[in-house]
C-alpha cells in the first residue's frame, strides 16, 4: 500500500513540474500562465514531499519532509484562487480577495516549519510516521485550505451562469477536477487531527485533478497544450533515453545511447517546429474566415436596407411613368415617347435588380419559406412565354413552348418561385441568343417533372458551365452581349430549385452551338 502511495506521489510530483513549467514557457507574460505554472509548484513541491517523507525510516528526517510537504500544500489554495481569477478575467477586479487571500497564506507559510503548525509525527495506520496538526493548523484549514478554494469554486459557479458553450464546458471540466483535488487532499486531515476515521487518498485523487485541468486545458485550448503535448512526450522519451545512455554498462553502449539521444532529439525538435508551425497557419485561417463571415454578413444586412430603401422610389417612379404613357396627365409631345419607353424599360431593370439582390439577402438569411401548393407547371410556362414573347419578336427569333401531347398532372410548388426560376432561364436564353430562337419542352419522367430550355445562343465553354450558377458570375458572352446583367438571376434559381430539393444544370456543346437548360422539380 505504501508503495502505491509513493508511486502516485512521484507522478503527480513529475507531471504537475513538467506540465507547469511548458505552460509558463508557452507564454511568460501572460497572467494565467504565471499563475498556473505557481499552483503547479506548489502541487509538485507537496507531491514530491510526500514521496521523500514516506521513504524516511527515521523520526527526525520524517518530520523535515512532513513540514515541507505541508509547505507546499499550504501555497497551493492561493495560487488556486489566483489561476481560477485570471482564468475568468478577475483578477484585477478581485484585487482586495487577492491581497488578503495572499497575507494570509504569508503568515501560514512562516508558522509552516514550527510546533503551532505541524508539532510531531507518530504511526498511524500503516504508516510509520504520520504528522500531527499543531494548535494554528486548524486555522489554516479553515482560512487557507477551505476558504480560498472555497472561493475559487464560488467564482467558477458564478461565472458558469453566464458563460457561452465552450466556456461553460471547460469550466466544468476545472470545476470537475478541483472538486476531485481538493475533496482527496482533504482526506489527509482527519490524521494529522488525530482522528483515524478515514483512508488519506490525497495523492491517487489528485493524479485526476491533474489529468482534469490537462483536459479541460488540451480540449478548450486554454493554453494552445496540443504543443504542450507533443513536447512532454518528447521529453518524457528523451529523459528514457538519456537515463539509458547514462546507466549503460560499457563505454560502445554509452556511445550508442547519446547517439541515439542526441538523434531523437533533433527529429523531436523539428517535429514540434512543424506542428507549432502548423497550429499558427490553422489559427490565422480561422481569424480570417471568422472575419469573412463578419464580412459577409455585414454584406448581406447592407444589401437588404439598400434594396428595401430603393425599392419604394423605383415603384414609385414606375407608376408615374405608366401613367405618363397612358396619358393619364394628357397626351405627351410625340418625341417624349421613345425617351419615357427607355425610361421605362431601365426603371425596370433597376427593380428587376433590387428584387434579386432582396432575395439573394434573404436566401442567405435563411428567411426565404417556401408555400406549396397545387400547381400546373404547364400554365406558369405559358404565362412566361406570352410575356416574354414581344421581346423574342423584337430580336427576330422564335419563342415557342412545344406542349406534351396529354396534359400534364398539377405539383406541388412554389408557384411564384418556380415562375421565378422560369422566368430567368427563358429570358437568359433570348438574351443571349441572335440567330434562331428558344424551345421549351416539359414532361415527367421517373417521378419528376422536367422542364427542357434550348437555345440556338452563344453557347457556353466547360469553365463557363461550372460557374453559371454562382453568385455574380457571368460567361464571356454575358458581359460582350448583355452588359447591364450582374449575373443574380440563375444564382436565385438555383436556390429556389433546391429548395424545393430539385435540380438544376446547363449543358452545351461550345462557342455559338447554343445551350440546353434543364430543371427537375420531384413530383410530391
Request: glycine share 6%; aromatic share 14%.
Amino acid at each position: 500500500m505504501i508503495n502505491l502511495f509513493i508511486v502516485f506521489s512521484l507522478i503527480n510530483g513529475i507531471t504537475a513540474a513538467i506540465f507547469g513549467i511548458f505552460v509558463y514557457l508557452k507564454n511568460k507574460q501572460k497572467l494565467i500562465n504565471k499563475t498556473f505554472f505557481l499552483m503547479s509548484f506548489g502541487v509538485a513541491v507537496w507531491s514530491l514531499s510526500y514521496c521523500q517523507w514516506l521513504l524516511m525510516t527515521e523520526q527526525g528526517p520524517a518530520l523535515f519532509w512532513s513540514k515541507m510537504l505541508n509547505f507546499g500544500a499550504t501555497l497551493i489554495p492561493i495560487f488556486y484562487l489566483h489561476w481560477v481569477l485570471s482564468l475568468l478575467n478577475l483578477a484585477k477586479i478581485k484585487r482586495k480577495l487577492l491581497t488578503a487571500g495572499y497575507l494570509i497564506t504569508f503568515i501560514f507559510l512562516i508558522l509552516s516549519f514550527t510546533p503551532y503548525y505541524i508539532k510531531s509525527v507518530k504511526p498511524i495506520l500503516f504508516f510509520l510516521f504520520w504528522p500531527q496538526a499543531g494548535p494554528l493548523y486548524i486555522c489554516f484549514l479553515i482560512l487557507g485550505y477551505f476558504g480560498l478554494t472555497g472561493c475559487g469554486l464560488y467564482q467558477l459557479l458564478q461565472a458558469r451562469k453566464t458563460a457561452s458553450k465552450d466556456k461553460r464546458l471547460q469550466i466544468n471540466y476545472v470545476i470537475l477536477g478541483s472538486i476531485i483535488g481538493f475533496s482527496g487532499g482533504a482526506t489527509n486531515f482527519p490524521l494529522m487531527l488525530g482522528i483515524p476515521l478515514i483512508l488519506p487518498i490525497g495523492q491517487p485523487l489528485v493524479f485526476f485533478y491533474v489529468l482534469s485541468f490537462a483536459f479541460a486545458t488540451i480540449k478548450y485550448h486554454l493554453f494552445n497544450i496540443k504543443v504542450f503535448l507533443i513536447e512532454f512526450l518528447v521529453s518524457i522519451i528523451g529523459l528514457i533515453l538519456l537515463v539509458q545512455a547514462v546507466i549503460a554498462e560499457t563505454f560502445w553502449l554509452k556511445i550508442l545511447g547519446f547517439g541515439i539521444f542526441a538523434i531523437f532529439c533533433t527529429f523531436g525538435y523539428l517535429l514540434i517546429k512543424s506542428i507549432i508551425k502548423e497550429i499558427e497557419y490553422r489559427e490565422k485561417l480561422q481569424i480570417a474566415y471568422s472575419e469573412l463571415k463578419r464580412l459577409d454578413k455585414a454584406k448581406s444586412e447592407f444589401i437588404s436596407i439598400a434594396s428595401h430603401q430603393l425599392r419604394t422610389p423605383l415603384t414609385a417612379i414606375k407608376g408615374y411613368i405608366s401613367m405618363m404613357r397612358e396619358k393619364s396627365y394628357g397626351k405627351p409631345p410625340e418625341k417624349m415617347e421613345k425617351p419615357l419607353k427607355n425610361i421605362y424599360l431601365s426603371n425596370e431593370r433597376l427593380i428587376k435588380l433590387v428584387n434579386d439582390l432582396l432575395n439573394i439577402s434573404r436566401i442567405e438569411a435563411g428567411k426565404i419559406e417556401i408555400k406549396l401548393e397545387k400547381t400546373s407547371i404547364e400554365n406558369v410556362i405559358i404565362s412566361v412565354v406570352e410575356e416574354l414573347e414581344n421581346t423574342a419578336k423584337e430580336k427576330n427569333i422564335y419563342l415557342r413552348f412545344e406542349k406534351p401531347k396529354k396534359h400534364l398532372a398539377e405539383i406541388l410548388v412554389d408557384r411564384e418561385k418556380i415562375r421565378q426560376v422560369i422566368m430567368n432561364i427563358i429570358d437568359n436564353a433570348i438574351k443571349y441568343t441572335k440567330k434562331g430562337g428558344v424551345t421549351i419542352k416539359s414532361k415527367i419522367e421517373n417521378l419528376k417533372f422536367k422542364i427542357i430550355v434550348s437555345d440556338t445562343g452563344t453557347g457556353l465553354t466547360k469553365y463557363e458551365i461550372s460557374k453559371m450558377f454562382e453568385s455574380f458570375s457571368r460567361g464571356v458572352a454575358g458581359t460582350r452581349l448583355y452588359t447591364e446583367g450582374v449575373g443574380l438571376g440563375l444564382y436565385i434559381a438555383r436556390r429556389f430549385i433546391e429548395m424545393h430539393q430539385g435540380k438544376i444544370r446547363a449543358e452545351s456543346k461550345g462557342k455559338n452551338k447554343g445551350s440546353i437548360f434543364y430543371i427537375e422539380l420531384p413530383i410530391k
